[in-house]
């Protein structure tokens, strides 16, 4: 046999090889597809007493109101304050850390909203004011007592003005507004209730704020 002709066989056999072997062989199983993870289902979330570290109480009332208003635009039920504060008081003083077993067993829900605030301060320095609001929160289950959602913010605001008494009535007013940004921003990344009709557009951020 002439050597070109040995040569050009040699060649397709190797480009045939391939094919012949898969031919032969066993078919090739694709792997199973995993298990979806279980999300728990979450409807119902009570909106515990705030852990307040401030020295006012006005504050603690106002992140809570604003913490309930935002779990119902969320898709959440709103539970009444009331229900759950008189549920939770009657055997435990403090309300704002209970166990959430506990409360899943005495309000019947699926997860418990805790909320911590840090901060709720004013410095101030001859004609100038520094307002700082910091605030955590947590989700955890009724049922297992995971953290289903945790997150944090911190918002800031400089006054100025010529008097002392204007520069205290302006920083006052700065308060709200904070915490409302603080919630607002926090909450993007709260998980969808079970009434949720759509997503609000996203306009980025990071997990501290300051807020000029």
């Given at each position: 046999?002439?050597?070109?002709?040995?040569?050009i066989i040699v060649v397709?056999?190797?480009?045939?090889l391939p094919f012949l072997v898969s031919g032969c062989g066993k078919k090739a199983v694709p792997p199973a597809p995993e298990e979806a993870v279980k999300k728990p289902v979450i409807r119902l979330v009570a909106v515990l007493p705030v852990d307040n570290r401030s020295?006012?109480?006005l504050a603690a009332r106002i992140l809570r109101e604003r913490v309930l208003?935002?779990?119902?635009?969320?898709?959440y039920p709103k539970i009444p304050f009331a229900v759950v504060d008189e549920k939770l008081t009657k055997n435990y003083k403090d309300a704002a850390r209970m166990a959430p077993r506990v409360v899943g067993d005495l309000l019947g829900v699926?997860?418990?909203l805790y909320s911590t605030l840090l901060e709720w301060k004013t410095s101030y320095f001859y004609l100038s004011a520094r307002t700082t609001v910091s605030a955590c929160f947590e989700l955890r289950s009724a049922k297992t007592g995971e953290t289903?959602?945790?997150?944090g913010h911190e918002a800031g605001k400089r006054n100025y003005d010529i008097t002392r008494e204007r520069l205290e009535?302006?920083?006052f007013q700065a308060y709200e507004p904070a915490i409302h940004e603080i919630v607002d921003r926090t909450f993007k990344t709260f998980p969808d209730g079970p009434d949720f009709?759509?997503?609000p557009p996203s306009k980025g951020g990071c997990f501290l704020w300051n807020w000029f």
């Open positions: 046999m002439p050597v070109r002709s040995f040569r397709l056999l190797c480009l045939m020295t006012d109480p208003q935002e779990i119902f635009r969320r898709g699926d997860a418990v289903l959602w945790k997150a009535m302006e920083t009709i759509g997503r």
